[in-house]
């Protein structure tokens, strides 16, 4: 029984790292990000030390900038 509960605990915690890891390439994709292919690739390989996590969430959280004279689309 001890086993079976520290094998669960185990695959939860792996994958709550693994979502808390991957969250900046989830947030680029799911605002459709400009570079979200390089934030993906910066949140693969850089992810693993802080700063290269803090920023491809910097990236992938930013508001892009508006293209001068681009027309505003009313929903």
Do not use: Q
Request: charged share 15%; no cysteine.
């Amino acid at each position: 029984m001890e086993r079976t509960v520290n094998i669960m605990l185990t695959v939860v915690v792996v994958v709550a790292f693994a979502v808390l890891y991957l969250l900046p390439s989830y947030l680029a994709f799911a605002r459709d990000a400009k570079d979200r292919w390089l934030i993906l690739i910066i949140n693969v390989f850089l992810g693993g030390s802080v700063i290269g996590w803090g920023v491809a969430l910097y990236m992938a959280t930013r508001t892009p900038k508006k293209a001068k004279g681009a027309a505003e689309t009313l929903a």
